[in-house]
């Protein structure tokens, strides 16, 4: 099992900037990609980011150029640097965490970007 715990969300203007943090603790061995998904309610839970144990990294275009993963060491902790928010970005934020079996998610995070 994989335990996943997201913080670093808030309330930010537009412009600004925040980072999440995801900390994974468990079998954190069996993990291939660790990756970034947002939703709001009544929509899709959707792609943001990602980045593999070898260190590739890849973004939806609607974040890219604006946000940056990356991680302390080999897996963990992992973070989402989020820069130029716009209020589309608002959502709850979630950690996944995939092995070759299964996937795993924290609880989420809340960003609200707003003045």
């Known amino acids: 099992q994989v335990q996943l715990v997201e913080s670093g969300g808030g309330l930010v203007q537009p412009g600004g900037s925040l980072r999440l943090r995801c900390a994974a603790s468990?079998?954190?061995?069996?993990?291939?990609?660790m990756g970034w998904y947002r939703q709001a309610p009544g929509k899709e839970r959707e792609w943001v980011a990602g980045?593999?144990?070898?260190?590739?990294?890849n973004y939806a275009d609607s974040v890219k150029g604006r946000f940056t993963i990356s991680r302390d060491n080999a897996k963990n902790p992992v973070y989402l640097q989020m820069n130029s928010l716009k209020p589309e970005d608002t959502d709850v934020y979630y950690c996944?965490?995939?092995?070759?079996?299964?996937?795993?998610w924290g609880k989420g995070t809340q960003v609200t970007v707003s003045s």
């Open positions: 996944n965490a995939q092995t070759v079996q299964t996937g795993f």
């Open positions: 468990g079998r954190i061995f069996s993990i291939d990609v």
């Open positions: 980045i593999t144990s070898g260190g590739s990294t």
